[in-house]
């Protein structure tokens, strides 16, 4: 007999409204007011087990508990993941679609990406410097660039059109109407365009850096032998470049920062590679990018009184765990140094996911993410002076992505 009468349940047919309404607190809230890090509400007319907290995280990733087959809404793989990739993968399948991704992040091309950020930001500036500077659109050109060379795609598109079709990918991910659909229609023009560079590798009549992921996943073969359709092999490369370019909102957030807490920026001062660290890692923490994160349970069991059921949706909320005072002291304050006290665990700081690499669903672009934006705060701190108009800086808690209202906007770039 299924017994969960100890999981607080939030009353009513369907919560996903308040959802919406209160974005990235909603898990939090409930929290407060069930007293309990586990609840239960009704997300898009289904059951949905929420859980916030570093226990809690600890049991999301426990492989042997929940899986991700099925987890994602379905409009959500159409626009931001694809079909068939990585993230909808178990067990043993799942492994071994991994490795290849982290076999990328080596330090030797991780280095790369470095130094092409800071490549592409000079390019950037030096085609900039009268006008006013958008920090959010130059940083999505500058990463589509990054990506495009680091995964060894050869450019042939127009460069605006390409970034343009990228963005759409993650900004619209989770919109409704028009703009999903829009949405859609980049994945698929994106997708085809990248399908037709995997059968010209494969057929040799394309060659490229053996070395990069185009042509890794291209030749990559599945635990059967079997290449990948050329389908999926387009949705893993698009795993890598659309994240990539993401990644422009945590720079916006990382300018907004280096504006906002002065303080702060005086001790990056020396391009110290621990404080850009600290610093990063804040940003990381205090911003609002991922609310959560979700996987289905895998077979029925019991945990601390609580019964979980074979097949319920489940939430693990991020941004809650990273602003959760039994964690963070003055969670709702900006402060890098208080890194420099932070063990490592796996499962309290979770803003690209918690657990293992290799053998969970945690972020493969992790490392990759704190290298491009170590790069960036200390090129806009120590190489660049400009100056800083008034604007708009507020940003929403229920929009995904979040971001400052004016997207920061630079004037008088000079190079120090
Ligand atoms: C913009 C910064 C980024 C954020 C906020 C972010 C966030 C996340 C989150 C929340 C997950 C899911 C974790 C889970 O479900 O347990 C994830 C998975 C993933 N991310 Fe990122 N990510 C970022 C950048 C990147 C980059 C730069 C790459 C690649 C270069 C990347 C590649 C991936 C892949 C391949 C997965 C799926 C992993 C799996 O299912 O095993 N991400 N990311």
Same mark, same amino acid.
């Given at each position: 007999m299924v017994n969960n009468q100890n999981m607080p349940k939030e009353k009513g047919l369907d919560h996903t409204i308040s959802l919406l309404k209160e974005g990235y607190n909603y898990i939090y809230n409930r929290k407060d007011k069930y007293h309990s890090r586990v609840f239960q509400t009704r997300i898009m007319g289904e059951k949905a087990n929420c859980l916030i907290g570093t226990k809690e995280a600890e049991l999301f990733y426990d492989n042997n508990k929940f899986i991700r087959k099925g987890a994602a809404p379905s409009r959500i793989q159409k626009t931001? &993941?694809?079909? +068939? +990739?990585?993230? !909808?993968l178990d067990g043993e399948k799942h492994h071994h679609r991994k490795a290849v991704f982290m076999s990328f992040m080596t330090k030797e091309m991780l280095s790369e990406v470095k130094e092409l950020t800071e490549m592409e930001w000079e390019r950037a500036i030096t085609r900039n410097q009268t006008e006013e500077f958008n920090v959010y659109e130059e940083a999505k050109r500058v990463l589509t660039n990054v990506a495009m060379r680091w995964v060894g795609i050869p450019m042939q598109e127009d460069e605006r059109e390409l970034t343009d079709e990228l963005d759409d990918l993650f900004?619209? %991910?989770? %919109? *409704? $109407?028009l703009k999903h659909w829009k949405a859609r229609m980049s994945r698929s023009k994106t997708e085809d365009w990248i399908k037709q560079l995997v059968l010209d590798i494969r057929n040799g009549k394309l060659t490229v850096d053996q070395r990069r992921p185009l042509y890794q996943f291209s030749m990559h073969r599945d635990l059967d032998g079997q290449l990948l359709e050329p389908e999926i092999v387009s949705v893993e490369v698009l795993n890598l470049i659309r994240p990539i370019v993401a990644v422009s909102v945590y720079v916006d957030f990382t300018i907004l920062a280096s504006i906002q807490f002065p303080k702060e920026v005086e001790k990056l001062q020396q391009g110290n590679d621990k404080q850009l660290q600290f610093f990063i890692q804040e940003v990381r923490r205090f911003y609002p990018f991922f609310p959560f994160t979700v996987a289905r349970v895998k077979k029925g069991f019991e945990w601390n009184g609580y019964t979980f059921e074979e097949g319920t949706l489940t939430l693990l909320d991020l941004y809650g765990t990273n602003h959760d005072p039994e964690i963070w002291k003055e969670p709702d304050h900006f402060l890098p140094d208080r890194f420099k006290e932070w063990? +490592?665990?796996?499962?309290? &700081? *979770? #803003?690209? !996911? +918690? $657990?293992?690499?290799d053998i969970g669903h945690?972020? %493969? $672009?992790e490392w990759m993410t704190i290298d491009i934006l170590k790069v960036t705060l200390n090129y806009f701190v120590n190489k660049i002076s400009y100056e800083v108009p008034q604007q708009d800086f507020t940003y929403s808690m229920?929009? *995904? #992505?979040s971001l400052p209202a004016s997207r920061v906007i630079l004037e008088n770039i000079r190079r120090k």
């Open positions: 931001l &993941f694809g079909e +068939g +990739g990585v993230q !909808g900004e619209d %991910a989770s %919109a *409704i $109407g063990n +490592g665990n796996p499962f309290d &700081f *979770i #803003p690209q !996911g +918690g $657990g293992e690499f945690r972020c %493969a $672009g229920n929009d *995904i #992505p």
